[in-house]
């Protein structure tokens, strides 16, 4: 018992210290901004079945923050085709649901469809896959690099997602260029025309510039014998035969995708949301005492009886090599939307959860974490900054009078903030948001793994932290006026609109 | 005990040698100098009750090893307003005695007014905060990214400071600008000159260029209400009432802090550094069997009669988050001047003394450790040159001749360095030093949290490690004078004067 | 035991994602490359008894990949001089055997001239060094950043060696230009003409261009002290008495260098491999239940009736001092070559054999990997890409055909490459081979100590673990089609020629 603390406090204490270490730097002077701005896409490419917006990431916040951004619609029965990226992604579920799967190279094909499953010794499944998953609103999906991602609207609502692609991450070790790499189709790589605009000497003159996925660029003969498949199949696997717009296809009749159900059909949302809730705590219990096993069991266990999970026998879960087991099985999405259970609530003032790795372990990989928040009307975040990481905050929904300010006091940004926007706050620039909305809601993405908030004002704040005497000098305020600076705002970090707020006076 | 071996050594291993790897490169070519020079400030900026000197961080020398620095004087009663800093910072304390406090982002406030103590259930204490704590010659100070930093001046003798900044550590996400978030006044930023000065177009031209501090740049609505307090105290955070010159203010009265009290009234110094040396001999050993206690608690115990820790019962340690543990209560300053027991040591030829995270784990997280030297009067530091690490070293009294070389054996420094100079050694440069003063001195900091040097010549020179036969061919020598070149001088890495030297020959 | 899984599992899982990130990323736009192109050495610098030939490292392919390559023949007799470099290098033995040392600072000299074995208390031995290791033709020696490395050809058969220098690694603090620091002598450092050529300034025209060793550049008083030798000996330290040519000299009599013996005069040299192999399992066994003790242990048992180790009694084993323990005496050698057995192979096709920090520790030090391959005539490597990591490929032997495509779906490379040519396949980026010659082999070196591949074709390719469906609509196919894609190719990574290839239609 001494032991494991020892070696979890160990690893929490410098780990902790770490993470906030794996991304590059940004070029230099790169973040010397006189001025943010409220940040739109500035492209947009049609799909057969959906859109796919982007953000310029060679804009002057995106280049501090090292980051690129591009929202993604899917229709009804879109099928976002397969694709991996030269850094690590966080995908946020603004709205709608459907099923995604992750292709990790090494790992085995554990889904298989269940028809053959009472034949015993009879011919092989008709199909086995790597783990499908459902996603819903308010999802954080985890991608790493190189990961191939595919995705999939299964009902009636739009799907439509932001995505963070944290270019500067060293797991990249590419210059800081987005890139999409397609496994199938023909489509243009959404973040090349950046590459072309800026660049001076477009990238596609020579080659052919009819776009190409990823197998596109090899002889048919390659392809022919390293699939063994006939002319005809190569063609497609090319893209040659595909005259679909884009990178998400329309699957007509619906796709046909082993995946495990949904829990919807027993049981109510919000119950559903419970359960997910006290189902984790009671994995955080376990996982103390049998730190081996993987979280992922309880799950497994519900599915059972309808999907196989191949040689993978409970009565071997011991022989197994540890590294399969964590990065084949390691959990891909947490939500973190409205219908979590928040981190910081004030039914006059709002919202806030934080998802870190200390959550969702892989972001550890990542390096990079992700807030929801919600903040009523006239509600306000009181100023803070972030310790550790750049924020790069999307709007979900309403609009918010935010005021940036950097190290020489000047508000670098001072101005409404609407759904839709994205606005990068700096590392240890202070910020405040004051809401003009009631339904104002945003996704803040942050590149670190364990990202740290300092509030400026309020219970927490770092100067109710210093002694009296300091803050009156400091501030050049008399002992009295400077116990008010420290104790008035009885909040953390929301605070009620003035005329239901409760004024402590110490 | 075997699985705390297992989990250290294998921390060990690893940790060490990734300790090395937590900072940027500078950009391309910045390191190919011809010549080093010896580096003195070259701006001063006048503060009510102090000065802070810096060097200017576009030189050659500090964007190759990534850093930036200053120089800090305080006189008596002078405060030292709070603020943080973009990059993790390393404090040398040439001169003085007196009393700082960091703010962690989410700890306590442990530390609270005495009077209150036994009134029980009575009105809440006057004023609670974090930590404060004494700095005295000597001292390196750890100050993480974005950690509020404070210091006082409580005594007659002006207090010296030598701060490196590390831009270049990976904590910093912006680019490698050094950057002072002061938390109130209105002075400038010491470091914003030098943006302006290069970048060719000025950042404060338009909003006013008054100065400022994190704060002022926020509408007084906010302000208001995020501290819930009246105009005139806003006014007093946006420093608009402050005549006060620069970030080092005087308390005319003295500034009334609670904190421990110093142990000099009880003993002698001579008795106090022992003390201090033995207690840590204590912790070692203490640790080493329940390594989840914290080393502080022999402190807390002395000061247990006057100062009570606020909701910390002795009897519930264990409950405690491992996390707020180690992060909230990290010891911040170590002693590595002239009065601690050095590492190595020779009476006829000096002291060195080495601080890394391995005594100092806080060092860990910055990646930078720290190296006190005092070398006699004609006594040698022998060629040896830096592993895994930039060393900028800054001289405290005295005066020594340096010699620098590079990869082609060119010698691109030559000459002496006095009293409050600096001088870059470049990874891997080859080093010597002879001194030219009785009493020369200096600080060194090491940007990597467990630095490694390597003598070429004495008794653990590489040269001494080689195969005798392998001298004498890569040198060109015969067997005896081989032989020579590897034993002869029995000294590691300080050695006397020639005519007090005692030459050993093979 | 469940402390050990657990301290090895969170360890496994958090170290293997850190792994890919030690490295800076490329300069902005660095790796837009339209073409790629075999390289050659374009400079060989020639010595006394062998060659060093260079790459260019300003090629854009090798900024991209952050790499600095050379090769290195050493003649019969030949020492290369000891030097260290300002980066981690691998170094793979196309050919020839010798023996080598590396110096790290801080190890105790443990061999020691055996004639005075026996005589107990008397004088003290002869000489002392570090350890002195074999390496053979397929070896990798890695060679952490900063330690003095020194190499000797004690056959008839001239030694081959290629270095790769991670300059990216962020081990080096310096610059990204490869430095090699020389202990001895008066020779050009073999990389300094690039810094010169592309510089615009030249490095060297003050000072004396003569070249020389990283001692070279102090005074002779300086040295005369640091080493208490006389004058004539300092001449030669600075290499002024040193007429011969460059960095490889000739030991006319042979080197006389106390090392073990190698094992072949016992047996033949199948079964040495053979042994090496057993031996590794055994070990492997060991670690698990004792994983403190060091692997060397057999080794040492081996050799302890010719070579005595200083100060080492087995009985004080426990004692001693981890960190010591685990840096003195790190593996520093694994073969990969055709002699060892493969972890892929198909009689038909070829063999793979990668080498990883999981195998080799030191390599986690380094953040490097390696891969060694051979593919027969009219097989393939099927299209795969490297997940994490950046790929230098070197082809040792023959010569095979190349497609290398980018995010675009252009073939960056179509084309042969030959016997000693180089070409990097950067991170994600889609590579097929087919080998043009039975004798086709290939070493790999790969910018992350747990590289992943991840192959497009084949068992365990990533469209085989994608849902039918998925692959049938994201390639417009119908599921028959889809199925022959998915489940055609019956081999993982090599597939025969397709006359003795059996196609397994599904």
Redesign the interface.
Known sequence: M?????????????????A?????????????F?RLNALEPDNSVKSEAGTIETWNPNNDQLR???VALSRCTIQRNG?R??F?T?APQEIYIQQGRGIF?L?F???R?T?EEPQEQEQGQGPRP??R??K?EHFREGDIIAV?????F?M?NNEQTPVIAITLIDT??????????P????????Q??EF?QY?QKE?GQG??Q???NE?????????DE??E?????DR??VR????K??D?EGSI?E?KEG????SPPTLRPRQGREEEEEEEEEEEERRGDRRRH???HHEEEEEEEEWSHQVRRVRRPHHHREDRN??E???CTLKLRHNIGQSTSPDAYNPQAGRLKTLTSLDF?IL??L?LAAEHGSIYKNA?F??Y??????SILYVLNGSAWF?V????????F?GELNEGQVLTI???Y?V?I?SLDDNFSYVAFK??DIP???????L?S?????????VA?????DRD?A????N??PYKFL?PP?QS?L??VA
């Open positions: 001494a032991n494991k603390l020892l070696a979890l406090s160990l690893f929490l204490l410098f780990s902790g210290c770490f906030s270490t794996f991304r590059q730097q940004p070029q230099q002077n790169e973040c010397q006189q501090c923050a090292g099928l085709r397969p991996y030269n799967g292709i190279p090494g790992c094909e889904y008709q199909d896959h790597q499908v790493p690099t190189g990961v191939p595919w999939y500067t991450n060293l797991d990249n070790q590419l210059d800081q260029i890139r999409r790499f397609y496994l199938s189709g023909n243009e790589q090349l590459q660049g990238q596609q020579e080659g052919g776009g190409g996925n990823v197998l596109s660029g090899f002889n390659f392809l014998e390293a699939f063994s498949v005809e199949i497609n696997i090319k893209g035969n595909d679909r296809v699957v796709l046909k995708v082993i049998r730190p081996h540890g590294l087991e964590t990065l372990p550890r990989w390096g306000m009181v100023p900054y972030n310790v550790n990481a750049n005021q300010v950097d190290c020489s006091g000047n508000a670098v001072n700096p590392q240890n202070a405040a004051k590149t670190n740290q908030i300092a509030a400026l004002a309020g927490t770092s100067i109710r932290a210093l002694p009296l005497d300091v000098h400091a501030f050049n305020l006026q116990r008010q600076l420290k008035n705002n605070v003035p707020q004024r402590a």
